[in-house]
């Protein structure tokens, strides 16, 4: 993850950050991700896109 330019939340549940995506990702552990011929399959891992006004303090 931090090879796509997120970077891990402290205290959450496999959480990670992206700032230029305004993108979070919970629950992003090992085991949610599938190694296929077409690459990395994620599944079971919960996305949620920010739409705060610019400044925001998140992480």
Do not use: H, Q, Y
């Not at 995506?21 to 919970?26: E, F, G, H, R, T």
């Not at 949610?32 to 925001?56: E, W, Y």
């Amino acid at each position: 993850m931090n090879d796509l330019g997120f970077e891990s939340i402290p205290d959450s549940f496999f959480g990670w950050f992206s700032e230029a995506m305004s993108l979070v990702v919970l629950d992003a552990k090992p085991d949610n991700f599938i190694k296929t011929a077409a690459g990395i399959l994620p599944f079971d891992v919960i996305l949620l896109r920010l739409d705060s006004p610019s400044g925001s303090d998140f992480p």
